[in-house]
């Protein structure tokens, strides 16, 4: 199994954190915040790891090296020039299995990763989004999703003017074939351009989480992984 995870994001709203380190790299509970990620991957046996970096990846690239000494087996692709999140996996093709985990560089899902890859497999579907259950709303993320009867997406959108039921949780499973839809070149978004094709195809299938998802997106939210990262390794 393969963990795909964008770690190349210019961090700007973590300024002036990441303006000498890239964002997978802010000290988080006593460690660069990827290895967190990067540790949660090995506990759970997924040992394939592909970093997909860019803004300052070289200091991932050399703090982590091969993954030996995490038990992880890692390998790089590094943009050189911000191309988008589907950008980040169309210059990455050739390095991606068949069906492979895709995991945000930024957010923290503690949750059975295989699952969902199974998920995906177990459908006709070509992409999977992990969305969490905010009901509560507990977190500071704006609904995202809507599903239908059937457990697909029907609705994907930022800051939508109708209330919608889930979030995106940042996590998700792809087939290698979506990579075909994204243009040869250019900046390209997976949110914006590759996933409305998906919904559109009926090719978006979710997968529904309670467990609460974290981030460093912003200086208020890098404080509340703080605080749960740090008590986990007390």
């Known amino acids: 199994m393969q963990a795909v995870i964008l770690a190349g994001g210019l961090g700007t709203r973590l300024w002036p954190v990441t303006a000498t380190v890239p964002k997978p790299m802010v000290p988080v509970a006593g460690a660069p915040y990827l290895e967190h990620q990067l540790r949660l991957l090995a506990q759970q046996q997924i040992r ?23 038990g992880l087996r890692l390998e790089y692709s590094r943009e050189p020039e911000p191309v988008g999140t589907a950008g980040a996996l169309r210059e990455a093709r050739a390095k991606l299995e068949d069906a492979f985990l895709v995991i945000y560089g930024d957010s923290y899902l503690p949750i ?10 177990a459908s006709e579907a070509k992409g999977l989004v992990v969305v969490y259950d905010n009901s509560l709303e507990d977190t500071s993320v704006k609904n995202n999703v809507d599903l239908d009867a059937g457990g697909y997406v029907a609705k994907y959108e930022k800051d939508a003017p109708d209330k919608l039921s889930y979030v ?18 250019g900046a390209v978004s997976l949110e914006k351009e590759i996933f409305p094709q998906l919904i559109a195809a009926h090719s978006l299938i979710a997968h529904i989480t309670r467990q609460r998802f974290y981030d460093i997106g912003t200086p208020e939210r890098l404080e509340v992984i703080e605080r749960i990262l740090a008590h986990d390794h007390q």
């Open 168 to 185: 995106e949780a940042g996590v998700l499973a792809l087939r290698r074939s979506v990579v075909d839809l994204v243009p040869p070149r």
């Open 112 to 121: 059975e990763y295989a699952e969902a890859l199974r998920t995906l497999l």
């Open 48 to 70: 394939d790891v592909l970093l997909l970096t860019g803004y300052l990846g070289e200091q991932i690239e050399e703090y982590f090296g091969d993954g030996a000494s995490l």
